[in-house]
């Protein structure tokens, strides 16, 4: 919570200073009212020792859903919209909602619109958000924009952890894996190297290629996280270069299993995105940009921005979607279905519903598909490794015998 340094005069007639924590400049003079004080002077403090550390805060899918249906609901209760906000400012649970809240609140009640004071915290209000709401300003209907708002995000959250589901199932697995069979050659299967040595008996091929396999691993284990690291920090710098990341997207986009649930994904993801705006109101070239900058695959930002390109020269929406490889059939001939009809923002909600149950029925297959085949590979590379160990020791035995 923000700190305030003050200065006034108490009903006594002494001076007082000292400092107030308030979420605004106007509780805190509020605050200081009640306990008497006159105000000469208040000043905030922006020093980061009485600053609130925000940087790791942020609103969660789920909050940002519930917040919305709340202030529509507000709103269509009759309530004010600088009330509302007050309202849904006190009851949140989330600091960085709070203190937005409160800004936000402070401003509208000094002439500014909302959309305009939440265009100045993108970190809460993304543009997608601002622009929504500003058609919603002029068209009059704010209640229905934010209920709109708050399925558009609910859909969106719903088919983002779909996607996060189906990957992170084998992914989680994968590395489950990988950590056993580096535990198993760098640590057990050594301890019985020796053993065979002191015997002095010819090791059989798999056994010798294993023992082999464990030596490498207990000297260089270190490359295996070092490997990791890279891979993790090209990922990164690919995501925060522009042209890097085209590539990256591309190649995802390619992967033979999860490729595909990628790229339906985004498509549910920009038809979303773009019938929500489109049914607001949003000017269509508004619109695309917006869609362009949210979808989050550089490859079908790509198009979007010739699709925009198009449209500037007065030509269609579809020409550079029918000419990618990225739109399947089905996309490109209900969008121009949508524009020769001009029901476009119907046209592109019912691509995105398709899509988005496409999205839902090909995780539940991946999980499916995914789960015997990783437990056998599994089960295969521990068994070779068992085999390798287990056969040189009945042999043992038997000479022993």
């Known amino acids: 919570m923000p700190m305030y340094q003050y200065r006034g005069r108490s009903r006594e007639g002494n001076e007082k200073t000292g400092k107030i ?30 600053k609130e ?55 509208i009640r000094e002439g500014v619109s909302f959309s305009e004071a939440a265009e100045k915290h993108r970190k809460v209000f993304p543009p997608l958000f601002t622009n929504m709401v500003k ?7 704010m209640d229905e924009v934010l209920e709109r708002l708050a399925d558009y995000y609910e859909k969106q959250h719903r088919t983002k952890q779909k996607v996060i589901s189906a990957i992170s199932y084998p992914t989680v697995v994968g590395i489950v894996s ?25 090791l059989p091929p798999l056994t010798a290629f294993v023992l082999s396999a464990g030596n490498f691993m207990q000297r260089f284990f270190w490359l295996f996280f070092l490997i990791n690291g890279l891979v993790a920090g090209g ?30 994904a985004a498509i549910a993801r920009m038809s979303r995105t773009w019938s929500s705006l489109f049914e607001t109101s949003v000017p269509v070239l508004q619109a695309t940009s917006i869609v362009e900058k949210v979808v989050g695959n550089e490859v079908l930002a790509k198009v979007i921005r010739d699709a925009r390109k198009s449209l500037e020269r ?6 550079p979607m029918e000419e990618h490889w990225f739109f399947p059939p089905l996309v490109t001939q209900m969008v121009v279905v949508g524009e020769k009809t001009g ?55 038997d000479t022993i015998g």
Not at 135 to 141: L, P, R, T
């Open 21 to 50: 924590k308030a979420n605004t400049e106007r509780e805190a003079r509020e605050a200081l009212k009640r306990k008497g004080i006159a105000i000469f002077e208040l000043n905030h403090l922006d020093s980061l020792l009485y």
């Open 235 to 264: 990922i990164w710098y690919a995501k925060q270069n522009k042209k890097y990341k085209y590539y990256l997207d591309y190649a995802l986009i390619k992967l033979p299993i999860f490729g595909p649930v990628l790229q339906k």
């Open 178 to 202: 990988i950590g056993v069979v580096i535990f198993l050659l760098s640590v057990v299967v050594p301890t019985f190297a020796g053993m065979f040595t002191s015997f002095g008996a010819d």
């Open 343 to 397: 029901s476009l923002d119907q046209m592109l909600g019912k691509i995105a519903d398709f899509y988005e149950a496409e999205v839902d029925e090909a995780t539940e297959r991946l999980k499916t598909m995914l789960e015997p085949i990783l437990i056998v590979v599994l089960a295969a590379v521990v068994g070779v490794i068992v085999a390798a160990i287990a056969i040189p020791m009945f042999e043992i035995f």
């Open 53 to 107: 550390i925000t940087l790791f805060q942020r609103i969660k899918s789920k909050e940002l859903v519930v917040f919305l249906r709340q202030f529509s609901t507000l709103l269509k209760a009759g309530i004010s919209l600088v009330n509302s906000i007050q309202l849904l400012a006190e009851q949140s649970t989330n600091k960085l909602l709070k203190q937005t809240l409160l800004e936000v609140e402070e401003e």
């Open 135 to 141: 058609a919603g300003e002029a068209g009059g209907n």
């Open 314 to 319: 007065g030509e269609s929406i579809a020409s």
